[in-house]
């Protein structure tokens, strides 16, 4: 037994005791108390594992019960990830709910905190913490957790980071709303007002992890900022860390894979640390400041002088051919100062989604293709500043142009297509006269051999005819595949002191993952037809790219998501033809319900 887990039997009392069967693992020595349970070394089928057992309170509570079962059918559903802990069973006995996963190698990040602050230091620093969120914003970037804490991850001896608790994020949650456990500051405020689950809660509790693990306390209005306690850093990751846990979940990043890279790129590559090098772009200014910068050195000229900034200016100042320059020597100055910069350090977001980073010269290129228009808004990552790229005093001019020239390309495009039709059903118009006359002659032809008797034999013209704009594609209505009853096991191994007690302390009920008696509301199978059958072509498309002509499709909905978390096609979870059809399944949008998920089964055909 590890150090820490001596530590932590010191700090709470254990409900069970070692040598307690549940299921088919066997209770070892306690490791650690979270939040809704508590967790335990095991012994299971597979070897070493970990076992992680509800609070009797909480599992007594059928509405949040529900929602840990489900959490728990998700998690095990997902295919194996470096930093994940693989969710690996789940059962009831007697009554004790009880959670069982792959083993947990480490001390949690919660307990680590805690010992660094007793020996009188803060966080992890900046290297440590952009290699811990890192990892974490990884295993997050498909999924979502909803409760994520400093106490949710892992950290081996060898520094593998691990989310270990993902099975009881939405447990957690329906816990903290039913009044069981207090809110936490990394919960989001709008899921605290009664929000759903979604990606931009989990970029909140990533952006509160990044601030415990920098500062050394959790996230706190008014409390102190990383730069000003975390030696080496500077004021970007401030920036990073407020619009991350902003209140507004629409100014916050769009996911958390896109905040994993912004921080990965601040403080595993030093952008957000002190240096002692000036770039060409000075780091902290944005364009607009740049220019001005570069203002004071161009005899008093004005740094925005009126008149458009021509694209090829741009492009000249990037290392592209272009025509001449703008003619403004500031704006020309200041332009080749930044595009020289290869930093990057500029996101786009473009409707909910960021892209990037981008240096400056990528950027330009993209405009100059039509890729960023106006509308989208691009952000300096270093210091958080947001502009609308059509309104940029500098690229605004940029994007206009672009926009004008790919106008005129695409009308000069649509004149060619039109005169290219004209002369298309000219020459057609004379084909068809010509095979009229053709045909004329060779039926006189024909008519007048028959006439006088010919003994030949008569010409047979078969025309085929091959309709490929269209594929036609029958889907069939849903049906709920049958449940599968709960199953009473042997009589259980009874263990000493906490071990369960009464007339079904020797029954194990394992929770069969596919189960559908504990649902409380299912989506109606009209419902699920409407959704899945407006996706027929798509579908059908995977059976024609993969040369079947016929499948069988079963899906799990999750419930307040209405997203499919689950697909087998043939009675399968590999091979060409389950990743088209789980790619198109898994892109569906379902209606939502409070249940926590809805099973059905169908067939294509073509």
């Given at each position: 037994m590890t150090a820490a887990a001596s530590g932590n039997q010191a700090q709470f009392a254990p409900r069970l005791s070692a040598g307690v069967q549940l299921g088919e693992y066997v209770l070892g020595q306690p490791l650690w108390p979270l939040r809704i349970a508590d967790a335990y070394r095991a012994n299971g089928p597979k070897g070493a594992s970990?076992?992680?057992?509800?609070?009797?309170?909480?599992?007594?509570?059928?509405?949040?019960?529900?929602?840990?079962?489900?959490?728990?059918?998700?998690?095990?559903?997902?295919?194996?990830?470096?930093?994940?802990?693989?969710?690996?069973?789940?059962?009831?006995?007697?009554?004790?709910?009880?959670?069982?996963?792959?083993?947990?190698?480490?001390?949690?990040?919660?307990?680590?905190?805690?010992?660094?602050?007793?020996?009188?230091?803060?966080?992890?620093?900046?290297?440590?913490?952009?290699?811990?969120?890192?990892?974490?914003?990884?295993?997050?970037?498909?999924?979502?957790?909803?409760?994520l804490s400093s106490e949710s991850v892992v950290v081996s001896r060898n520094g593998r980071v691990r989310v270990a608790d993902l099975a009881l994020g939405a447990g957690t949650i329906a816990a903290m709303r039913a009044g069981h456990v207090a809110w936490q500051n990394s919960v989001a405020p709008e899921i605290q007002g009664g929000g759903a689950l979604d990606s931009y809660a989990d970029v909140y509790a990533v952006g509160a992890l990044l601030y415990e693990a920098l500062v050394g306390s959790s996230l706190e209005r008014g409390g102190p900022r990383p730069s000003d306690v975390v030696p080496g850093t500077n004021t970007q990751i401030d920036e990073i860390v407020a619009r991350a846990c902003h209140k507004d979940r629409d100014k916050r990043f769009g996911r958390v894979d896109v905040l994993g890279e912004v921080v990965s790129e601040a403080l595993g590559k030093g952008g957000a640390m002190q240096t002692t090098a000036v770039p060409t772009l000075e780091r902290g200014l944005t364009l607009e400041q740049h220019v001005a910068r570069t203002s004071s050195l161009a005899d008093g000229l004005s740094p925005l002088a009126s008149g458009a900034i021509p694209v090829g200016a741009l492009a000249e100042a990037a290392g592209e051919p272009g025509p001449a320059a703008s003619g403004n020597l500031v704006v020309d100055r200041a332009l080749a100062a930044a595009l020289s910069d290869t930093a990057e350090k500029w996101l786009i977001s473009k409707g909910r989604l960021d892209y990037g980073p981008f240096s400056l010269a990528e950027v330009v290129k993209q405009i100059d293709k039509g890729d960023i228009v106006a509308g989208n808004i691009i952000?300096?990552?270093?210091?958080?500043?947001?502009?609308?790229?059509?309104?940029?005093?500098?690229?605004?001019?940029?994007?206009?142009?672009?926009?004008?020239?790919?106008?005129?390309?695409?009308?000069?495009?649509?004149?060619?297509?039109?005169?290219?039709?004209?002369?298309?059903?000219?020459?057609?118009?004379?084909?068809?006269?010509?095979?009229?006359?053709?045909?004329?002659?060779?039926?006189?032809?024909?008519?007048?051999?028959?006439?006088?008797?010919?003994?030949?034999?008569?010409?047979?013209?078969?025309?085929?005819?091959?309709?490929?704009?269209?594929?036609?594609?029958?889907?069939?209505?849903?049906?709920?595949?049958?449940?599968?009853?709960?199953?009473?096991?042997?009589?259980?191994?009874?263990?000493?002191?906490?071990?369960?007690?009464?007339?079904?302390?020797?029954?194990?009920?394992?929770?069969?993952?596919?189960?559908?008696?504990?649902?409380?509301?299912?989506?109606?199978?009209?419902?699920?037809?409407?959704?899945?059958?407006?996706?027929?072509?798509?579908?059908?498309?995977?059976?024609?790219?993969?040369?079947?002509?016929?499948?069988?499709?079963?899906?799990?909905?999750?419930?307040?998501?209405?997203?499919?978390?689950?697909?087998?096609?043939?009675?399968?979870?590999?091979?060409?033809?389950?990743?088209?059809?789980?790619?198109?399944?898994?892109?569906?949008?379902?209606?939502?319900?409070h249940g926590p998920r809805t099973r059905a089964e169908f067939d294509i055909n073509l």
């Open positions: 970990t076992v992680y057992v509800i609070h009797a309170a909480i599992a007594a509570d059928p509405v949040v019960r529900d929602q840990i079962i489900a959490g728990t059918r998700i998690a095990a559903a997902l295919p194996e990830h470096k930093h994940l802990v693989r969710t690996l069973a789940a059962g009831l006995t007697g009554d004790i709910l009880w959670i069982a996963t792959e083993e947990v190698d480490g001390s949690l990040v919660r307990d680590m905190l805690v010992k660094k602050r007793q020996a009188g230091t803060a966080g992890f620093g900046a290297r440590g913490t952009g290699n811990l969120v890192t990892g974490v914003s990884q295993a997050l970037g498909e999924i979502q957790h909803g409760a952000m300096d990552k270093d210091t958080g500043a947001r502009s609308d790229v059509g309104s940029h005093p500098l690229l605004g001019p940029m994007v206009d142009a672009a926009k004008a020239r790919l106008d005129d390309q695409r009308r000069a495009q649509a004149e060619v297509k039109v005169q290219g039709k004209e002369k298309t059903r000219s020459a057609l118009l004379y084909a068809i006269i010509a095979v009229g006359v053709i045909g004329a002659g060779v039926a006189a032809y024909f008519i007048f051999n028959a006439m006088r008797g010919d003994d030949k034999s008569k010409l047979v013209a078969g025309v085929s005819k091959l309709d490929g704009a269209k594929l036609n594609v029958t889907v069939s209505m849903p049906k709920v595949p049958p449940a599968t009853k709960h199953k009473a096991g042997g009589g259980g191994h009874h263990g000493g002191g906490g071990g369960p007690g009464g007339a079904n302390a020797g029954e194990n009920l394992a929770l069969d993952l596919s189960d559908d008696s504990d649902e409380t509301e299912t989506l109606g199978m009209d419902k699920v037809y409407a959704v899945y059958s407006s996706h027929g072509a798509q579908l059908g498309g995977c059976l024609q790219s993969t040369g079947s002509s016929a499948a069988n499709i079963a899906i799990i909905i999750d419930g307040p998501s209405g997203h499919v978390t689950f697909v087998k096609v043939n009675n399968q979870a590999s091979g060409a033809l389950y990743n088209c059809i789980s790619r198109q399944m898994r892109g569906m949008n379902f209606p939502t319900i």
